[in-house]
């Protein structure tokens, strides 16, 4: 058995290391800016985690890219929407992803752990680290092989240090994007 990672189109999320291109409805959310981008699916995302840690710390804007799944109406993200330091800015067209990554100062992967998730292999890891973005996530299996860029909070406490951590480190330079990356492109 070969285990082969995710890829990502390194050029085009690489588009964010330019620095320089904010949207306007990113560029009025002050930092610092945890960001999310992807589908609001509640049996991936964990809520519960994101409310503690955005309630803890109302300094952090947290934003998330994507909708909520057809059919889904948590009561969760109901309680988020009502939070100051929470902007659900929705779908964006694939072709805007790295602008907005680029006003991302930390990108989250805050995914439930159950038998659906455990084995995932997020794509956005990737795809953060293309775009220069630290990447903190919960203890899904991939975090064990593949920590470049990234930091592991398994409950509140520990999340919330790894996102400081990020903050504390700062974005990644290209350099560091392009080896964290490695060959996880489509281009190899």
């Known amino acids: 058995i070969h285990d082969f990672p995710n890829v990502v189109d390194a050029d085009h999320f690489g588009r964010a290391l330019q620095r320089g291109h904010h949207p306007i409805d990113m560029s009025q959310i002050p930092k610092p800016r945890i960001g999310y981008i ?3 699916s509640d049996f991936k995302v964990d809520f519960a985690l994101i409310l503690a840690i955005a309630t803890r710390k109302p300094e952090w804007q947290w934003i998330f890219i994507g909708d909520e799944r057809e059919g889904q109406h948590s009561p969760l993200v109901q309680k988020l929407y009502d ?13 805007l992803l790295p602008d907005y990554l680029e006003g991302f100062n930390v990108a989250v992967l805050p995914t439930l752990i159950n038998d659906y998730t455990q084995a995932m292999f997020p794509m956005k890891y990737f795809e ?10 919960t203890p899904l299996d991939f975090t ?3 920590n470049a860029g990234l930091k592991v909070g398994s409950d509140v406490d520990s999340f919330i240090q790894a996102i400081e951590y990020q903050l504390d480190r700062g974005k990644l330079t290209p350099d560091e994007a392009t080896l964290y ?5 489509w281009s190899t």
């Open 181 to 185: 990356v490695g060959e996880n492109t």
């Open 38 to 40: 992807g589908v609001l």
């Open 128 to 137: 953060y680290l293309a775009a220069g973005v630290p990447v903190v996530s």
């Open 83 to 95: 939070l100051p330091n929470i902007h659900f800015l929705g779908y964006r067209q694939y072709n």
């Open 144 to 146: 064990r092989h593949h």
